[in-house]
């Protein structure tokens, strides 16, 4: 491998790093929002939280991408930067498929345990935080991970806007000199980051496997 | 005054009256027990005590604080600072414990000590240590809900509940999810409650517990308090049809079973 390969790869393998942190970061608590929005008893504000999960499920992340990249400049009038924009596709889009899979933790945690928060005093709130979300966290790590690890490969999406991730410079690596190994190259990173992901959340059940 | 007073409560589930206006009052260091059909209510009322449910009309007060009031067919409930302090002088035991399983036993009973009461961390452990070993239930204290037994687990929540220092305490069907032989365990640690004088409301199907060790038993039926005296009277020689033929019924069901 050329040290000039090497360098671009190990620089873009920090771009996708980058993208995978930035995105984990913001759409985590996000997605939590999302979850409560959509969970809302009111009609306004749950069915438009409901449109918007429906959009952002429904459509390709790469025209996503492309439309957070390129739409503003034509309705306002101006553009984010590529690494911004693509960071922003990211969350809205993720935030909606982790508010999914809270939903669906939280709705697996009895109401019994609400109501036991309620009767010792606790309010709504740390009921929650101390009670619920604990045992909706334990319920949902083998979907997170999943999501995860489609994360890390969804970044080589960031390519069609022009973000330097692993997938745009492996593939512009391989036809610049006509050879396939730039991209057998990129295949092993992405296995590789996805190895200390799967590992990560094997480990984290691990450790809340102390109670049922 | 008494401790608990209800006046005329109605409670509505959609179109169904579940409390078609209930009244009762409970005092100081009486045991109330609460029998009857299932579907009768009591689960119900137990709630809107509790503050689980809300009522549709009526009145509450606990400890000479107004829970909820109805003013011209307005049902109106007390500020969130009284309800709060309600809520602290009120206890719950549910029928399918509702323990905490992602905390520790000791945990379980210390949580709401530390947090609500903001009670510093070593006083609610000792406190927790001591109503443990008062359920006999010491060496436990480390354990995780799922380790424990169904009557083990009656006798955590009932420590939980303890460690507020409530000045009632609910039982809803304590024993209803337990083993036969289980139920006794628990019946044992209501009784030596009852010697304590705490004050204490308990829906349950256990006559024999209720004959023994209530003060005084209400019978409900369809959502009214059909009679309400001493556990000899209803119990014992009940003089309503619908009490003896409940009674019959539930002698034959216990019997069959």
Known sequence: MSPVLLNSLASSTLTLCLIFFLTAVLSLPLGLLVA???????????????????????????????FVYFAPYYIFGFSFKRFTACIVGFTINYAAYFAEIYRGGIASIPKGQYEAGRVLGFSQRQTFLRII??????????????????????????????????????????????????LVYAGVIYFLLNYIVEFSFHFAEKKLDYYR | MAFIEAKNIKKNFGRLEVLKGISLDVREGEVLAVIGPSGSGKSTLLRCLTQLETIGSGEISVGRVKMAGTENGRCRYAPAGDLHRIQL??????????????????????????HVLKMPPEEAREKALFLLSKMSLAEKADCYPYQLSGGQQQRVSIARALALNPKVLFFDEPTSALDPELTGEILKVIRDLAREKMTMMVVTHEMAFARDVADRVIFMDQGVVIEDGAPDKILVSPENERIKAFLNRFGEENWKS
């Open chain 1, 133 to 182: 979300l604990p045992q909706v966290i334990k319920g949902i790590l083998p979907p997170m991970g999943s999501e995860f690890m489609t994360l890390v490969k969804d970044t080589a999406l960031a390519s069609v806007i022009a973000v330097p991730e692993v997938f745009r410079v492996a593939s512009s690596a391989a036809s610049r000199s006509f050879s396939t190994w730039p």
């Open chain 1, 36 to 66: 409560f929005g959509r969970m809302s008893r009111f009609k306004l504000l749950s069915e438009p939280v409901r449109f918007y999960q429906l959009v952002m499920r429904g459509t390709p992340l790469i025209l996503q991408l492309m």
């Open chain 2, 89 to 114: 002088m009120t206890g719950l035991v549910f029928q399918n414990f509702h323990l905490f399983p992602h905390f520790s036993v000791l945990r379980n009973i210390t949580e709401a000590p530390v």
